[in-house]
């Protein structure tokens, strides 16, 4: 199990790149239940749990349908497969560090506290997390790193705000 899950700490460590992982049909579709998972985890402490789960799965379907779309307007379709299997895979091990950073936040609001350094560590994973995605969209693009990044951070707005819209008014606190 622990080999299963290595590249996708090393990809999150920028060392290894998505070439570097096998173009497994098998490895995509565990890895994918990992993102949509930990993304249903991470939903679930301001949403029902029909709610987290529908987050999780939209959250992936957009990662995939932005990077596919990419990976189509650059002519690297031959890259699919490793490229959405670092992206989610890699995208579970961050998510799973943010948890517990997100349970912390959560506990804060509804204590009606100010923010406070826990959205501090939230910062940093999401800084983190674009750099993995730009990480791994640099070389399955075969571009550079400030225009991978770009790329990244637009990916991210656009889920976040669909996600935003999609889930308006459904938050518990």
Do not use: K
Not at 80 to 102: E, H, K
């Amino acid at each position: 199990m622990l080999a299963l899950i290595r590249p996708f700490f090393s990809i999150c460590l920028l060392r290894l790149r998505p070439q570097d992982l096998p173009a497994s049909s098998l490895l995509l579709a565990l890895s994918m239940l990992a993102y949509t998972a930990c993304t249903a985890l991470a939903h679930s402490a301001l949403l029902s749990p029909l709610d987290a789960v529908i987050g999780g799965v939209v959250d992936a379907l957009l990662l995939c349908g932005l990077t596919l779309s990419l990976l189509a307007l650059h002519r690297r379709w031959a890259r699919a497969v490793q490229t959405l299997t670092a992206l989610v895979g890699a995208g579970a091990v961050t998510t799973l560090v943010a948890i517990p950073f997100l349970a912390w936040r959560v506990g804060v609001m509804r204590a009606g506290a100010p923010a406070g350094i826990e959205m501090a560590f939230i910062a940093m994973i999401v800084v983190w997390n674009l750099a993995v995605i730009a990480h791994v969209l640099r070389h399955a693009l075969s571009t550079s790193f400030a225009v991978a990044v770009v790329i990244a951070i637009v990916m991210y707005l656009v889920s976040s705000q669909v996600l935003s819209v999609m889930l308006e008014g459904r938050m518990t606190l």
